[in-house]
T-cell receptor
Framework: DAGVIQSPRHEVTEMGQEVTLRCKPI?????LFWYRQTMMRGLELLIY????????DSGMPEDRFSAKMPNASFSTLKIQPSEPRDSAVYFC???????????FGSGTRLTVV | GENVEQHPSTLSVQEGDSAVIKCTYS??????FPWYKQELGKGPQLIID?????GEKKDQRIAVTLNKTAKHFSLHITETQPEDSAVYFC???????????FGTGTKLQVIP
């Protein structure tokens, strides 16, 4: 298994542009989580899905952030418009019900200039 | 909701010594406590976990202990090696659907 796959690994964009981060969870996993990591705030849960349905998006900082999971093998996190304070590493993680722990992707390092 | 506190934030040990990281949690309903290791430039990786029906669990040089009465759990690394240098996160389940709340992380440095 290739693990959780995120793309792109690095993204540099100008303020105001739209940014789309992508995630392919491990096949068979039924829960997917999007996290943001910064030095100041640590690991913040943005949103999570169970069986492709958004369960809790209370961590999404603003309406500029949106996430979708159209099927069991793909999810996107979109920021529109992007701002410099959105600069962070964004992680996607997946797991299978039964509490076997998360498998994280390698992350997307986003820089908004 | 669940609140997880982790100490210390940084820890330096000599190679071969032991390292201990401690966490406390607030929700007495929490039953699952994983630990993650994050190396530079990588995502966190699950290294060990413990459930509430167990007080201690070992895996080679790593052990976790859980005290549900006091609502705290700890990670113990024995015979530390330079490759143990990383950031370690504790977590506790919260809110169902496998959701966990993470601690703030401990940066461990093992000095050769």
């Amino acid at each position: 298994d290739a693990g959780v796959i995120q793309s792109p690994r690095h993204e540099v964009t100008e303020m105001g542009q739209e940014v789309t981060l992508r995630c392919k969870p491990i096949s068979g996993h039924n829960s997917l989580f999007w996290y943001r990591q910064t030095m100041m705030r640590g690991l913040e849960l943005l949103i999570y899905f169970n069986n492709n349905v958004p369960i809790d998006d209370s961590g999404m900082p603003e309406d500029r952030f949106s996430a979708k999971m159209p099927n069991a093998s793909f999810s996107t996190l979109k920021i529109q418009p992007s701002e410099p304070r959105d600069s962070a590493v964004y992680f996607c993680a997946s797991t299978l019900y039964e509490r076997n722990g998360y498998t994280f992707g390698s992350g997307t390092r986003l820089t908004v200039v | 909701g669940e609140n997880v506190e982790q100490h210390p934030s940084t820890l330096s040990v000599q190679e071969g010594d032991s390292a201990v990281i401690k966490c406390t949690y607030s929700d007495s309903a929490s039953n699952y406590f994983p630990w993650y290791k994050q190396e530079l430039g990588k995502g966190p990786q699950l290294i060990i976990d413990i459930r509430s029906n167990v007080g201690e669990k070992k895996d080679q040089r790593i052990a976790v202990t859980l005290n549900k009465t006091a609502k705290h759990f700890s990670l113990h690394i024995t015979e530390t090696q330079p490759e143990d240098s990383a950031v370690y996160f504790c977590a506790a389940d919260s809110g169902g659907y496998q959701k966990v709340t993470f601690g703030t992380g401990t940066k461990l440095q093992v000095i050769p």
